[in-house]
């Protein structure tokens, strides 16, 4: 386990990891540490691990991922608790929440498998659920953590939510969170998958989905109207549900 370092590299390490309009490459890292790689198996001055910092940058290349990882494999596994935020996350938390490229996401599976259906601590949130509450989501990492753990698709948090609810839930057209910017979609190893494509991914997955309800006792298709959704996504979801329905000999359909 890593212990707490106030050093100077280490709070240059930080910053640097920190940094979004200009992120690090993995010669300026080394460029940093020099010859004392120390700083990068120890806890920051901020409290948090280089891999929990580096998760948090979306932006970030994968070839600094690679070096954290080799540098503190331990770190995969290492629980950061935040006062502002009461849940204990993974670094695997933090980069689906992010929005991390799906190629990260999956480097940080392979070290820790069992991550990929760990809930955080507070709002049991699992990978998927905080991949489909990302603003900047991608369908492929979508698509990836539910194949590689399939009873993440099922899975509820704290609210009774499934993924598909907080997909919904998401949603940017009734959010108060603005759209990437053109820039920021460049920078992205990844751009934002629609909506729509991410829905049809969860709803094939899980069928049952569309009649479960989550928080506040509501339907996928109450989340999305409530959202603003767009008509594709409400096809999806309505006729996903009706479909559902008739399937039911005893169910009648309101």
Request: hydrophobic share 35%.
């Amino acid at each position: 386990m890593g212990e707490r370092n106030g050093g100077t590299a280490a709070a240059r390490l930080q910053l640097v990891l920190e940094e979004e309009e200009l992120p690090p490459c993995l010669e300026r890292i080394r460029e940093i540490l020099g010859d004392d790689r120390s700083a990068t198996k120890k806890v920051l001055p901020c409290g948090r691990s280089p891999l929990h910092v580096a998760c948090d940058n979306p932006f970030i290349e994968k070839q600094v991922f690679d070096f954290l990882i080799s540098e503190w494999p331990e770190s995969v596994r290492l629980e950061h608790f935040d006062e502002d935020d009461p849940d204990i996350d993974l670094p695997i938390h933090v980069a689906c929440y992010s929005g991390c490229s799906t190629a990260i996401i999956r480097a940080l599976a392979e070290q820790y498998p069992e991550s990929l259906k760990k809930p955080t601590t507070e709002s049991s949130f699992t990978p998927l659920h905080l991949a489909a509450l990302c603003t900047k989501r991608s369908l492929e990492t979508i698509q990836f953590l539910a194949q590689q753990c399939p009873e993440s698709v099922r899975a509820r948090d704290r609210d009774g939510d499934l993924p598909l609810h907080d997909a919904l839930r998401a949603l940017r057209f009734g959010s108060e969170e603005p759209a990437p910017t053109t820039t920021e979609l460049v920078k992205l190893e990844e751009p934002a998958s629609t909506t729509a494509d991410i829905v049809e991914l969860l709803v094939d997955s899980f069928p049952e989905s569309l009649m479960m309800r989550g928080d506040m006792e509501r339907l996928p298709i109450h989340v999305a109207c409530d959202r603003g959704a767009p008509l594709e996504v409400l096809k999806l979801v309505a006729l996903g549900s009706r479909l559902r329905s008739l399937e039911r000999p005893n169910t009648r359909i309101k």
